[in-house]
Nanobody, 122 residues
Framework: VQLQAFGGGLVQAGGSLRLSCVVSGVTFGNYGMGWFRQPPGKEREFVAAIAWFGPNTYYADSVKGRFTIARDNAKNAAYLQMNSLEPEDTAVYYC????????????????WGQGTQVTVSS
């Protein structure tokens, strides 16, 4: 199983980025997908998740209204659209997958991708 995350970069505060996570080695439509992040010097935290069975989405309070998670089962991919970025969003972002579960900090993901760095300058 491989999860490849990409799309990070350096952006000014107020800007946008779109992260992508391409999954291989599993039947993608059976997997809940999530995004997590680890800010510098802090622990990893939940950002957003999307269920395997439909459009149900879940967000951390800190990103509600700014970030949108989506999936394209035909492309075996999940996305995180990040708008109105703030310096506090600076972190390494990880995608994660779980078979028929929604990945969260309590529902530990089965699989993790490598991180992609997002840096937001003020």
């Amino acid at each position: 199983v491989q999860l490849q995350a990409f799309g990070g970069g350096l952006v000014q505060a107020g800007g946008s980025l779109r992260l992508s996570c391409v999954v291989s080695g599993v039947t993608f439509g059976n997997y809940g997908m999530g995004w997590f992040r680890q800010p510098p010097g802090k622990e990893r935290e939940f950002v957003a998740a999307i269920a395997w069975f439909g459009p149900n989405t879940y967000y951390a309070d800190s990103v509600k209204g700014r970030f949108t998670i989506a999936r394209d089962n035909a492309k075996n991919a999940a996305y995180l659209q990040m708008n109105s970025l703030e310096p506090e969003d600076t972190a390494v972002y990880y995608c994660a997958a779980s078979l028929r579960r929604v990945p969260t900090m309590t529902n530990t993901p089965q699989y993790w991708g490598q991180g992609t760095q997002v840096t937001v300058s003020s």
